[in-house]
T-cell receptor, first 114, second 112 residues
């Protein structure tokens, strides 16, 4: 169905390490978005992807829209303490009945040890 | 340019009461969508409005309703509040369909 499986659920890494997380689904998505959420705040958009195979960077962040349109990954290079937070993938499912609707993954909690 | 603004930030209500939450989208954005975030269920889609019309609705009971005004501002209403309605309610705006969705800070609703 229209579920997104995000992994890993949590990560505890050393400052300076690279991080990778991904989302998969059995359904096709038209758009993939990656967000970061700090406690008590709304999600902040990091990267938006619109085409299968698209690879986009935003500073130390890189994300890709899977070629099958059923998955996406986010990489963070050279992590720093302020990268701490919860990262969510979100996608707009394919199909006319899904206009304006985002499905969210369960989130990846990232902790960075200085 | 100003981001998405949600009011109020915090709200405490009693079971059985009703509540109205407000969302002002980014200027020029015509799509407004609402999400409920809880620790157990994560972020769940409530509904989406575009040019004052509800285009899509999630799997929530009829107690949850919304509307959008001609200036794109939106409100959502929850009637007959239940304890399980306690959550962070998030509003997101986007210019058009299938474009970046930007979120507000949310309204933290606590039902006692």
């Amino acid at each position: 169905g229209q579920q997104l499986n995000q992994s890993p659920q949590s990560m505890f890494i050393q400052e300076g390490e690279d991080v990778s997380m991904n989302c998969t689904s059995s359904s096709i998505f038209n758009t993939w978005l990656w967000y970061k959420q700090d406690p008590g705040e709304g999600p902040v958009l990091l990267i938006a992807l619109y085409k299968a195979g698209e690879l986009t960077s935003n500073g130390r962040l890189t994300a890709q829209f899977g070629i099958t349109r059923k998955d996406s990954f986010l990489n963070i290079s050279a992590s720093i303490p302020s990268d701490v937070g919860i990262y969510f993938c979100a996608g707009e499912p394919n199909g006319s009945g899904n206009t304006g609707k985002l499905i969210f993954g369960q989130g990846t909690t990232l902790q960075v040890k200085p | 340019k100003a981001g998405v603004t949600q009011t109020p930030r915090y709200l405490i209500k009693t079971r059985g009461q009703q509540v109205t939450l407000s969302c002002s989208p980014i200027s020029g954005h015509r799509s407004v969508s609402w999400y409920q975030q809880t620790p157990g269920q994560g972020l769940q889609f409530l509904f989406e409005y575009f040019s004052e019309t509800q285009r899509n609705k999630g799997n929530f009971p009829g107690r949850f309703s919304g509307r959008q005004f001609s200036n794109s501002r939106s409100e959502m209403n929850v009637s007959t509040l239940e304890l399980g309605d306690s959550a962070l309610y998030l509003c997101a705006s986007s210019r058009e369909t299938n474009t970046e969705a930007f979120f507000g800070q949310g309204t933290r609703l606590t039902v006692v």
